[in-house]
Nanobody, 123 residues
Framework: QVQLVESGGGLVQAGGSLRLSCAAS????????MGWFRQAPGNEREFVSR???????YYADSMKGRFTISRDSAKNTVYLQMNSLKPEDTAVYYC?????????????????WGQGTQVTVSS
C-alpha cells in the first residue's frame, strides 16, 4: 500500500513559480512510475507529467519547457517545479503512482492517488 501526500500549492501571480511536493509512504516507492495530474472546475482530470523509476520524464505539450518533474528516492518524494505560471494552470494538482509501471498518461492506469493541492494563478 502506498499513501501520497501533496504540498506546496497556493496563490501566485501569473509568471510566478511554485514547487509541488508529493511525499510517499511505502518501501516500493522507488520502483513505481509517478505522475502529476490536474483538474480544474468543470474539467476532466488531465495529465501533467510523469517520471519513471529510472528517471525518464514525459510532459503534456502545454507544460513542456515550463514544468519539471523530479524524484528523490532517498526521501520518497516526487516534485513538480512549475515556472511561468498562467491563469489557465489554475487547478487542483494530484500526485499519483502506477505500481505496474505502464508508462501511461491515462489517470485510469494509476492506482494510488493523493488528496490534491490547490494551485491558483491570478492574472
Amino acid at each position: 500500500q502506498v499513501q501520497l501526500v501533496e504540498s506546496g500549492g497556493g496563490l501566485v501571480q501569473a509568471g510566478g513559480s511554485l514547487r509541488l511536493s508529493c511525499a510517499a509512504s511505502g518501501r516500493t516507492f522507488s520502483s513505481y512510475t509517478m505522475g502529476w495530474f490536474r483538474q480544474a472546475p468543470g474539467n476532466e482530470r488531465e495529465f501533467v507529467s510523469r517520471i519513471s523509476r529510472t528517471g525518464s520524464r514525459y510532459y503534456a505539450d502545454s507544460m513542456k519547457g515550463r514544468f519539471t518533474i523530479s524524484r528523490d528516492s532517498a526521501k520518497n518524494t516526487v516534485y513538480l517545479q512549475m515556472n511561468s505560471l498562467k491563469p489557465e494552470d489554475t487547478a487542483v494538482y494530484y500526485c499519483a503512482a502506477d505500481s505496474a509501471r505502464r508508462g501511461s498518461s491515462q489517470s485510469i492506469d494509476y492506482n494510488y492517488w493523493g488528496q490534491g493541492t490547490q494551485v491558483t494563478v491570478s492574472s
